[in-house]
């Protein structure tokens, strides 16, 4: 996340730190979603979650175009990554079961 860098100073607390937090909680919650596989619904709570995580570096990636703090092409790039992170996490969900751990 190099391109946070360059964000004014007083974003620190603000527009960077929503952008480095909601862009980790994605991962997060993705790993805690894959350990939790016994349990369809504990599994779908939390790619639920990171699906809302992802949706949200969204909207701070668009906050950061407006303000002018990020370029428009690498925010597009993000944005499209995202995109391809919450059409993934979309398709687990419409197909659940398949993804659960089965219980012997």
Request: with cysteine; hydrophobic share 40%.
């Amino acid at each position: 996340m190099k391109f946070l860098k360059v964000f004014p100073k007083e974003e620190t607390y603000s527009l960077t730190d929503q952008i480095r937090r909601s862009s980790r909680s994605v991962c997060a919650n993705l790993a805690e979603a894959w350990r939790k596989r016994h349990y369809k619904g504990s599994f779908l709570l939390r790619l639920n979650d990171a699906e809302a995580e992802a949706a949200e570096s969204q909207v701070w990636l668009k906050f950061a175009v407006k303000c002018q703090y990020l370029d428009l092409e690498t925010a597009r790039q993000l944005y499209s990554q995202y995109n391809q992170i919450l059409g993934m996490i979309v398709k687990i969900t419409k197909n659940v079961d398949k993804w659960l751990l089965k219980k012997t």
